[in-house]
């Protein structure tokens, strides 16, 4: 039985070996599409796929074939994994404390102000080609065409994704028929009507990605929580591993005394010489 956390280490990354091989595929298959969206995750999921394969590969080889080494490398991969994640967990906490909608009086959606999140968030949001990555994701999803045959009494009983609260409309704080010049909310200058433009430029459109992704991360956050536990009890497995394949390396089995033979007294030797002398004489 004290080979047992062996197999379990050689079961569970033979699963994960297998599991590493679509992920790759994924992400190669992305690098090869033109569509925006899919090369925006192509990178990630192909550095997921290559890690979880040399993890599994060499956690698998370690435990199934006594190579100590083998293992080392594993648990040293493993444990920097589980500090990755425990650090991504508490970061995407952080960043994702501020936020949430605002309401709006008489309307089931919510509207969502930049001013609202994190810092780091918003520096994020800012950067001219990151947002143009996102405004072309946004337009290949045709989110705002699932509003073109909205009526007014649905604008007032339906709700609305932040994406689509954001992007797809002005701020319903806008006036466009006054005739005189009061001072509005700046988003309202950058409203347009035509399909392409929209509000994918107004700091609404920004506040409801960042809404989007706070959802996201907050849902991916607690995911990494239920990894992080699982990875430990894997370590912990594998640990177990290593301490049986070292153990295995010696060519003694487990409860078998190592001690074949004890140094003899000091006056052994001399004892013997006259033994050996006596059996000459007589």
């Not at 709700?159 to 700046?186: F, L």
């Not at 950058?190 to 430029?201: A, D, G």
């Amino acid at each position: 039985m004290y080979r047992f956390s062996n197999t379990v280490i050689g079961f569970l990354n033979l699963f994960t070996l297998l599991a590493s091989i679509p992920i790759i595929g994924g992400g190669l298959w992305m690098a090869r599409s033109s569509t925006t969206c899919e090369g925006f995750l192509q990178t990630p999921l192909l550095v997921v796929g290559f890690v979880v394969l040399i993890i599994s590969l060499a956690g698998f080889i370690g435990a199934c074939f006594h190579v100590a080494w083998a293992l080392w490398v594993y648990l040293v991969v493993m444990l920097l994994l589980i500090a990755t994640l425990m650090g991504l967990t508490i970061f995407g906490f952080v960043v994702t404390s501020q936020g949430g909608g605002v309401e709006v009086p008489g309307r089931v959606y919510k509207e969502y102000r930049l001013e609202d999140y994190s810092p780091w968030l918003r520096n994020r949001i800012k950067d001219p080609d990151y947002w143009r990555t996102i405004r072309s994701c946004i337009l290949g999803s045709k989110t705002c065409a699932k509003l073109a045959s909205w009526t007014p009494l649905d604008y007032l009983e339906k709700d609305m994704s932040p994406i689509q609260s954001g992007c797809c409309k002005p701020p319903t704080s806008c006036n466009y028929n006054m005739a005189t010049a009061v001072p509005q909310d700046p988003d309202c200058y950058r409203w347009n009507n035509v399909p392409t433009l929209l509000c994918y430029e107004c700091d609404s459109c920004k506040a409801g990605v960042l809404e989007d992704v706070r959802r996201d991360w907050r849902k991916l956050s607690v995911l990494n929580i239920v990894m992080v536990v699982l990875l430990i009890g894997i370590y912990s497995t594998g640990c177990c591993a290593f301490q049986n394949t070292r153990r295995a390396e010696t060519d003694y089995p487990y409860g078998e005394n190592r001690m074949t033979k004890v140094r003899p007294r000091w006056d052994y030797y001399w004892w013997r010489w006259w033994q050996d002398k006596r059996e000459q004489l007589y």
